[in-house]
Structures are given as structure tokens and as C-alpha cells.
Nanobody, 124 residues
């Protein structure tokens, strides 16, 4: 399984970005997908997850500002980020659990496959 994240960049406070993650394989629609982020000197933390059936979970810190979505025809999961803050600055990683129909976990240990990450920088 290969996950390729893209779309990061630099924005001002209050700006928006969409990051994307394309997954290899033909059974993408059967898997939950998650987004995590890691800021310099900090541990990797949960951002959002979407189940195979479309159910969504968000970290409290991004609820109401970020939206996770998926396009199964394109094997792609998206994270739309609005009202960005400097504290959102991090490398953003997409991830997939090992098994189909697994729950959309909010823990790093709930995912077996990780993309390479894409950097999002928010300046004040």
C-alpha cells in the first residue's frame, strides 16, 4: 500500500488549504482513512478520520474548521482546512488501517500505513 500526500504550502492566518492523499490499490472504498499532524518537537496527533461508510471524527482543536472527505472513484482522501491558525503549522500525514472495515481510530496505533507527509505552514 502506498499513500501519497500533497497540497501543503504556506498561508496566512485565517487562510485555507486543501491537502490530498492518493492511495494505491483497488479496495480503497473498504478502508477508513485518517489524517494526523506533527509539529516540530511534538508528538504526532490525530486530526480527522473518515470511515469506509463516510462517518467522520475530528479532533476538538479542528472541529468546525476542518473537513475530511473521500472520493472512492479517485482513491483519494481530502482534508479541507479553513480559518487556519499558526498552531496548525505541522507536517500532515494520511494513514490507513491494516484491515478493511476497521473503525476510524483517533490513535496512531490504529493505522498501519502512512504517507510521506506534506508541510503546512501558517504565518501570522
Amino acid at each position: 500500500v502506498q499513500l501519497q500526500a500533497s497540497g501543503g504550502g504556506s498561508v496566512k492566518t485565517g487562510g485555507s488549504l486543501i491537502v490530498s492523499c492518493v492511495a494505491s490499490g483497488r479496495t480503497f472504498s473498504s478502508y477508513a482513512m485518517g489524517w494526523f499532524r506533527q509539529a516540530p518537537g511534538k508528538e504526532r496527533e490525530f486530526v480527522a478520520a473518515i470511515s469506509w461508510s463516510g462517518g467522520r471524527t475530528y479532533a476538538d482543536s479542528v472541529k468546525g474548521r476542518f473537513t475530511i472527505s473521500r472520493d472512492n472513484a479517485k482513491n483519494t482522501v481530502y482534508l479541507r482546512m479553513n480559518s487556519l491558525k499558526p498552531e496548525d503549522t505541522a507536517v500532515y500525514y494520511c494513514a490507513r488501517p491494516s484491515g478493511p472495515y476497521d473503525y476510524r481510530s483517533d490513535m496512531v496505533s490504529g493505522y498501519a500505513y502512512w504517507g510521506q507527509g506534506t508541510l503546512v505552514t501558517v504565518s501570522s
